[in-house]
C-alpha cells in the first residue's frame, strides 16, 4: 500500500530508488548537501512555497552532522573568544528546538567543577550569568553552585574538587534531527535524494543545470533550478571547485573532533564539563543508558573527510583529560566506540583550531546575467534554523518572497506533543502497546515520538514486529527506516538512525546488511515497475 502512495504522489523520487526520469521540472532551488543545514534549509523553503530538489552523495547525516557532541547548547566556551551574537543567537535557540522535536531533544544539567589553578571561580560565575540572561531562557532552570563535599556529583570524582557550577543546556540526537528534518521537507513536497552526487553543473542567464550520478545504481539525470545552495559541509569548498568549476577557494578551516565511548562512568543523569591545564575542554555525558560520551577535540584537519578517524593521541588525549577528573582512570582498553567528524568552520585565521569561529557565513556567489549559487561555511547544529531562515532572505532577494519564516513554532515528525509532556506521551504509549518492555518502548519513544504509533501499527504481540536482528531491534523498525528514513544500509540503521550498533555483535550486523540489501532492492524493483 505504502509503495501505491508514494508512486501516486511522485515522492518515489524522494527515497533514493534510481533516477526515475520523471517530467522535466524547472526547481526554484537545488541544494547540495543532506547534512543539518542543507535539510534545515530544504524543509524553511519548501513550508514556505519554493519548489525543492535536495541532493546529497552519501546517507543524510553521514558527515558532520553526525558527528558532533549530541548538543544543542550556547557554547559556554566561546563567550571566552567574544562570540556574543552567536552564543546569544544560540540559547535563544535551546528552547525553540526543544519545543520543535521534544522527542530527540531534551534538557541536560552539566556539572562544572572548579578547577584551582585555571579558570577562577569568578569567570566562570560570570560567565554563567550571561548565559543564563543574555538568551531569553524561560523553561530551562538556573545555575546554582554546588557542595561538592555533599552533592552526589562528587561521587564519581576526584575528591579535589569542593565547589562545582551547574546550569542547563540541550540534548539532541543529531543524525536523527537531520533524518526529520528531511522527512519533513518531503513531506512537504521537497525531492530528497540521497546517495545521488552532483557530477557537474553549469549555470546560464536563468537556471542553472546540474549533472547527478546515482550512487547505487550508476544512472545519471539532469535537473534544472533556478538558484543553488551549496551546503556540503567540508566539501563546500570542493563542490566550488570540482563541481561549479571555480578556480579556486579556499574559504573553508577543516577542523576535526574526535569523541570516545566507554562503558558507563557515572549514574548521575547529569554531565560534566571538564577543564583542561591546555585550556580546552570536553564533556563527559551520559549516553545510550549504558555507556559515557567523552568529547571532543580540536585539531586541523588536511585529508578526505570521508577518511577521517580518530588518532592514537587523541585517544589518549582524551583518556588522560578525562582521568584527571574521574577516580576511576579512562584508559584506552576501555573505549567500545569511537567517531570523528570534521567541522568546516568560515577561516577567519585564527592561530588554533579551537579559537576558530563556530559562526555561520553566508556568501553569494553571483556572475552577471546568469543564475545564483550560495554557499554556506561554519554554523553549528543549534543555529541551523536561523542559518536556515538567513539563506531564505538571502534566496527571497534573488528569486522573491513566497511566504513568512515559519520554523519557529514547526514540530517536527512525531514532535507533535508539548515539551514537557514526553513521560506522559510515552505512558500513552505503553498503554496502546502492553507487550513492548518499559525500555524498548522508552527507546521508540525518544526515537520516533508519535510515530512510533505508525511503525509498530497493528501488532499485539512482539512476534507481530517481525525478525529480531539482535538486542531490541525487530524487524518492523529496519522496514520503517526504509520507507520512512532513507536507509539502505546496516550503518544507516545501526550507527545514524539509531546506536544499536553498541549493542549488536558482528554476525548480527552482517545479517542486518544482508537483509537490507534484499529489502532495498525489492523495494527499487517494486518502484521501477
Known sequence: MYVSQLRTNGAL???GWG????????YDIFVIGGGINGCGIARDAVGRGFSVFLAEMNDLASGTSSGSTKLIHGGLRYLEYYEFRLVRESLMEREVLWANAPHIIWPMRFVLPHHAGLRPAWLLRLGLFLYDHIGGRKKLPATRTLDMTRDPAAKPLKS???RAFEYSDCWVNDARFVALNARDAADRGAVVRTRTRVVSARRDAETWTLTLKDGLTGETEEVRARLVVNAAGPWVDEVLTGVVGANDAHNVRLVQGSHIVVRKKFDDPRAYFFQNTDGRIIFAIPYEQDFTLIGTTDQDYHGNPAEVKISDAEIDYLCAAASEYFVEPVKREHVVWTYSGVRPLYDDGASKAQEATRDYVLKADTVEGKAPLLNIFGGKITTYRRLSEHMLEKIEAFLGKRGQPWTAA????GGDFAATA???????LKTEYPFLDAAHARRLFRLYGTKARTLLGKATSIEDL??????DLYEAEVRYQIAHEWAVTAQDVLWRRTKKGLHLTADEAAALDRFMEDAVDRRRRLAAE
Do not use: V, W
Not at 514547526?410 to 515528525?413: F, S
Open 466 to 471: 517481525g525478525k529480531n536482528f539482535g538486542s
Open 160 to 162: 579535589l574538587y569542593t
Open 410 to 413: 514547526g514540530k517536527l515528525p
Open 19 to 26: 533516477l526515475l526520469g520523471l517530467a522535466e521540472q524547472i
Open 13 to 15: 523520487r524522494n527515497h
Open 422 to 428: 514526553f513521560d506522559a506521551e510515552l505512558q500513552k
